[in-house]
């Protein structure tokens, strides 16, 4: 006699105040395992092939549920590792891929967008949090390579904008109109390292964070904090 899993489950399970696993678990399918042992037509017993063909999915589940739980922990091991060894970087000074700006009062931070070839017209894009546009800088023509862009920190209307993070979107186009490519970057200093679903990043000094996959150089701290304490 077989009895259906899902069947069997809703008419034994009671009702529970909490929400119902979406996973069966090995104690379920040995619950199901005696179930039907109990309930077989005596004229129709289990055929032994049958039931060995259920121990070894018993089995296999149980080994699979071991090595999830192994994974995880593993998981976890690596992103406690990879956090500790990122909080090397602070006091580090890092340039890696990056697209935001942050404003202070009147500090603005800058950034560098790069040209895969030479372009006709580069423009910029100035985002807020929220993700509306602010402003629009022309920044005319300009050749391949790398160029630092500073914003002013004005909107559309020529008023200052308020402190925050805001994010840079470029766009290129070479002589005959073609699409040119840009790529950008930010620099700082790490002031914290953390953690964020499983991936690690870099706080730096001016507020921006930064993923740690994308760090292309790091230098012995940001020059203007050398200069700053030679000062004082």
Do not use: C
């Amino acid at each position: 006699m077989y009895i259906d899993v899902t069947s069997y489950l809703n008419s034994t399970m009671p009702e529970a105040d909490t929400e119902p696993s979406s996973s069966l678990d090995q104690d379920d399918f040995l619950q199901i395992l005696v179930a039907q042992l109990e309930q077989q037509d005596p004229t129709e017993p289990t055929d032994n092939a049958q039931m060995v063909d259920q121990m070894t999915s018993y089995a296999q589940l149980e080994q699979l549920t071991n090595i999830s739980t192994a994974m995880d922990t593993l998981i976890a091991g690596m992103a406690s590792l990879g956090a500790t060894q990122a909080a090397g970087y602070i006091g580090m000074g890092v340039e890696a891929g990056g697209y935001t700006v942050a404003k202070k009062g009147e500090s603005i931070s800058p950034m560098t967008y790069t040209l895969g070839s030479d372009a006709e017209s580069v423009s910029a894009y100035i985002y807020d949090e929220n993700g509306d546009i602010v402003d629009t800088v022309i920044l005319g023509s300009a050749q391949a390579g790398a160029h630092e862009f500073n914003w002013d920190g004005l909107d559309y209307n020529g008023k200052k904008v308020p402190d925050g993070t805001y994010s840079v979107g470029f766009s290129a186009e070479a002589e005959n109109g073609d699409a040119v490519s840009v790529s950008t970057s930010v620099t700082g200093t790490v002031k914290a390292v953390f953690t964020q679903d499983g991936t690690i990043y870099l706080k730096l000094d001016d507020g921006r964070t930064v993923n740690l996959d994308n760090v292309t150089s790091i230098t012995q701290g940001n020059q203007n904090d050398e200069d700053d304490q030679a000062d004082a």
